[in-house]
């Protein structure tokens, strides 16, 4: 899957990371991603929900 990013709130609508995150993931310690990780599920608020087809 490709990300696709709302210009609105700088996140991916399908795992809600910002761009700089999704580009150093592979790069980020184990405690930086739990961090991360942690973030995701009160970020997908900021999204227009119209935007994820709800």
Known sequence: MVC??????GLCLGCFRTLPEIATWSR???EAR?????????????????????
């Not at 696709?4 to 709130?9: F, L, M, Q, R």
């Not at 739990?34 to 709800?54: C, F």
């Open 4 to 9: 696709t990013v709302d210009g609105a709130s």
């Open 34 to 54: 739990a961090a991360v990780m942690s973030e995701l599920d009160g970020r997908k608020g900021r999204v227009d929900p119209a935007l994820l087809g709800g």
């Open 28 to 30: 980020m310690t184990d």
